[in-house]
């Protein structure tokens, strides 16, 4: 059986998407979710996370 991992992110806020502009999108939620986008991109696999096992 192929078993494959993932990650999931959510920002449990309706004002999330708003707030990414703000400020020309010099702000705190622009810069986690840079961080959470880059993570996600990264093909290292997350810590604890086994893809196959």
């Known amino acids: 059986m192929l078993r ?3 990650c999931v992110f959510s920002a ?6 708003g707030a ?3 400020d020309g999108y010099r702000n705190d939620i ?5 961080n959470v ?3 996600f991109h ?5 810590a604890g996370v086994a893809a196959n096992g």
């Open 42 to 46: 990264d093909p290292e696999a997350f």
């Open 30 to 34: 622009s810069t986690i979710t840079r």
């Open 37 to 39: 986008i880059d993570r």
């Open 20 to 22: 990414l502009s703000h």
């Open 4 to 6: 494959v991992a993932g």
């Open 12 to 17: 449990g806020s309706m004002a999330w998407c």
